[in-house]
C-alpha cells in the first residue's frame, strides 16, 4: 500500500502525521510511504531523515493525496483537503465529527473511508488512540491556565501555588479520565488545592488512592459542581463521551457567578466544549472573556508541543496504521473490533452511532457498509 503523509494546515498546528521511525517501519514492511516537503519541519526532522527512512518526498499536498491509498494525519481535514479525498482513499486521523456536522458532511460527499483515532477502542474500554493527547492536554491545561491567571493575561494575578502564609489557587478539574488525571498530577505537583468532579465512584476511588490527601474527590452533582466552580480561580473543563458531543456542565449563569479574573480551560472543546460559553479559538489568539472570566479553548492544544505529542501519537497509532496498510480497511476491521469502532464515515455513510445520533444524521452500521 501507499500511504500518504501530507503537511498540516490548520493554524498553528505542527505536529507530523508520521514520524522518520514510523516511515521505516512501514517500508520495512514492503510498503510505499509519500510524505510533503517539510512535513517534519516542526517536529525537528528534515526531509533527509524522512528520505532516509524509506519515504519518496513529494513537493505538495497534491501530489501526496492523488498518490495514496491512505492518507495519515494528525487533525482533521481542512475545506482544501477535503476535496482532494476521493472514493475507496482510506483517511486515518482525528475527526471529532460529533461537533463538526459540515465537516461530517464533507467527508460524506468525498466517498473516502474515514477512520477516527478518537473512537478506536481497547479491551479495556479505553480509547488508546486518544490517550495520549489527553495526556498532553491535559498536563498543558494546568500550564496554560497558570500562565492565563496572570494580571496581564487578564486573570486574577493569583500564583498557582501561592506562597507561605498566602493560600494557593483552587482549581478544580471536570473529569476524573486521562486528561483530568494529569491536570490533577501537574496542578498538584505546582501545589495548588485541587478538586476533581466525576460522576463515577470508582473512578473518584482511584483517584482518592492514587493521590490521597493532595486531591479531594467530588461525585458529580448539579449542586456540587456550581458549588466547587463558583469559588475557583482554575476551572479545567476534561470530560469526554466517546465520539459525542461533550455534556455542557458549566452554564452562563454559573459562569457570571465566577470570580472576575477567574481562567476556564476547555480540553472538551473538540468535542463541542462542556462550558456553555466556550467556542473554539487558535494558539494564535487562544483566549477571550465572557463576564470577566478569562475563556482557554483552543482546539488543538498538543500542537504548541509538536514534537513531544508527535512521538507520542505515533507510538501509539503505527500497529494500527500497520495493520490497514498490511490487510485493506475490509479486513483489518473485520478482525479487530476496536479498531472498527474508529470507522466514522464510509462511501457516504455515517458509521459511528454516537456521531449518527449527534448530528441527526442516518447511521449505518460496520456490518452495512462493509462490503460497498
Known sequence: M?????????????RAGMTPAAVRELTHHGHKVMVETALGGGIGCSDGEYRSAGAEIAPDAACVFAASNMVVKV?????????MLRPGQILFTYLHLAADKALAEGLMRSGATCIAYETVTDARGGLPLLAPMSEVAGRMSVQVGAHHLEKECGG??????????????????????????????MAVGLQAQVTVIDKSL??????A????????????TVHNIEDE???????????????????KLVSRDLVKQMNPGAVLVDISIDQGGCFATSHPTTHADPT??????VHYCVANMPGAVARTSTFALNNATLPYTLALAEKGWRQALADDV??????NVHAGHITHAAVAQDLGLKFSPFEAVSHT
Open 2 to 14: 501507499l500511504i500518504g503523509v501530507p503537511k498540516e494546515i490548520k493554524t498553528h498546528e505542527y
Open 75 to 83: 487533525k482533521e481535514p481542512q475545506p482544501p483537503e477535503i476535496a
Open 156 to 185: 486574577r494575578g493569583v500564583l498557582l501555588g501561592g506562597v507561605p502564609g498566602v493560600m494557593p489557587a483552587k482549581v478544580v478539574i471536570l473529569g476524573g479520565g486521562v486528561s483530568g488525571t494529569h491536570a490533577a498530577r
Open 202 to 207: 470508582p473512578r473518584l476511588t482511584e483517584l
Open 209 to 220: 488512592a492514587e493521590f490521597g490527601s493532595k486531591v479531594r474527590t467530588v461525585f458529580a
Open 229 to 247: 466552580v463558583r469559588g475557583a480561580d482554575l476551572v479545567i473543563g476534561a470530560v469526554l463521551v466517546p465520539g459525542a458531543a461533550a455534556p
Open 288 to 293: 477571550f472573556v465572557v463576564d470577566d472570566v
Open 338 to 343: 476496536h479498531l472498527r469502532h474508529g470507522l
